[in-house]
Structure formats: C-alpha cells, structure tokens
C-alpha cells in the first residue's frame, strides 16, 4: 500500500481524505446509516421517485402528451441500464483500483470491493435517471439531482470511490441520458402512443381523464358542441 505522504498534493486524494475522515469521528450508528443510504438506499429513492413521476404524468398530462411524458420517465431507467453497460469498458481500460488499495489510512465502510473504481456505477446510475427525469420535469428532476449528489458524496464517505470517480460516473450517466435522448425517446413515444391506443392505455394516461375530455350527449334537440345552428336545421 502506498504511503500517506505525498497525498495533499494530490487534490482528489485530499478530499477524499477530508469526506473519508467524517467517518473516522462519526458514531457508529451515522456509519452503518450512510452505508445503507450510499449503497441501496437512494439508489431505492431515486427508482421510487421515477415511478411516482410515471404516476403523475399517467393521470396529470393531458391526454395528447402523455406518451411522451411517459416514454421520458421509461428512458430514466433504460438510460441508467445503457450508462451502466457504457461503463463496463471505462472500467476495463481505466483499471483503476479503489481507493484503499493504494492509499493508506482509509475508513473502510463496505468490504469486499474487488473491482476497479473508475467510474462509480453508483453515481452513474442515479445521474442518468436524474437527468432524464428531468427532461420530465424540472421538479422531480431537481429531487433526483439532489439524490444524485448524495450518493456521490456517500461513496467518497464511505471510502470506496474517489471524487473523481464520482465526477465521472456523473459525466458519463448525464452524457448517456442527453446524447441518446432523441432516437430512444422517438422509439419509446411510439411505443408508448401505441399502448395508449390498447387495453394496456391504464399505464400511459388515465381512462377517467380521458372519458371526461369526451363531450357528453346533448339533450334532445340541441346541437353537438361541434354542429353549427344550420346544420342542425339540415338534420331538422
């Protein structure tokens, strides 16, 4: 393992030693807390949060735009799973080991990471979902922006990730969701829009919605909204 020396001259190393030392001095009940949270806990929130902005648009968008807004919260999770796959090879070329193999003196939350640490899949998955999710809307999206830097900031915490692991796996989960964004969102509107047209309509927007934009039958001898005074008197 290499020396503590030499480490505050390294800027990524230096705060990683800064985040790592609260650690250090927190009660061991904060530790196990933000070891939960950083390792399944806003991973969780992030995906419940994608669900409840499906809910949302499903019975809150009007009709017409439903399957876009749906085929957006849809590209959350693909986007996450496509950044995820993206970084298979980031990995294997980069190979870079985590922080406590070479660093000394490191808080140690999680055992057992024995794959390299460039780029986090952690931060890389919840800044995809949070970027797509706010091409949604700005509201959830915020949220999920901020979930997303709470699991950055737990995987430095926690000793497994370095910053700049971190900064990456925002990079790459941010540039998946924008740069694919226009193909995969054409290719889901259309499956979403078809869906919408099928028993399975439920899931994009709701039947009761719908059935209130229908105009109800006029009482007889009174025109449709659509039909003019004459051509009431052609049907008369």
């Known amino acids: 393992m290499a020396a503590v020396a030499n480490d505050s001259v390294n800027p990524d190393i230096s705060l990683l030693r800064d985040i790592n030392d609260l650690a250090k001095h927190a009660p061991r009940g904060v530790d196990r807390?933000?070891?939960?949270?950083?390792?399944?806990?806003?991973?969780?929130?992030?995906?419940?949060?994608?669900?409840?902005?499906?809910?949302?648009?499903?019975?809150?968008?009007?009709?017409?735009?439903?399957?876009?807004?749906?085929?957006?919260?849809?590209w959350s999770g693909l986007a996450a799973g496509i950044a995820l796959l993206l970084n298979i090879p980031i990995r294997a070329l980069v190979q870079r080991p985590r922080p406590f193999v070479d660093h000394d003196g490191i808080d140690v939350l999680v055992h057992g990471k024995t794959d390299y640490s460039f780029v986090s899949d952690h931060a890389t998955l919840t800044a995809a979902m949070a970027v797509a999710l706010f091409m949604v809307s700005r509201k959830v999206g915020t949220v999920a922006i901020l979930l997303a830097l709470g699991e950055g900031f737990c995987r430095v915490y926690m000793g497994v990730h370095y910053p700049t692991d971190v900064i990456g796996g925002f990079a790459l989960?941010?540039?998946?969701?924008?740069?694919?964004?226009?193909?995969?969102?054409?290719?889901?509107?259309?499956?979403?829009?078809?869906?919408?047209?099928?028993?399975?309509?439920?899931?994009?927007?709701?039947?009761?919605?719908?059935?209130?934009?229908?105009?109800?039958?006029?009482?007889?001898?009174?025109?449709?909204?659509?039909?003019?005074?004459?051509?009431?008197?052609?049907?008369?």
Do not use: M, N
């Open 173 to 236: 989960g941010a540039a998946t969701a924008l740069l694919l964004a226009p193909l995969a969102l054409a290719l889901l509107t259309s499956l979403t829009t078809a869906v919408s047209h099928s028993r399975a309509a439920a899931l994009i927007h709701s039947r009761h919605r719908l059935a209130t934009t229908t105009p109800a039958p006029p009482r007889r001898g009174q025109p449709y909204p659509h039909q003019s005074a004459h051509d009431k008197d052609l049907a008369a």
């Open 33 to 74: 807390a933000v070891e939960f949270i950083g390792e399944y806990g806003l991973i969780g929130l992030t995906v419940l949060l994608a669900a409840l902005c499906w809910w949302r648009v499903a019975r809150r968008a009007p009709v017409p735009d439903a399957p876009a807004a749906v085929a957006g919260v849809l």
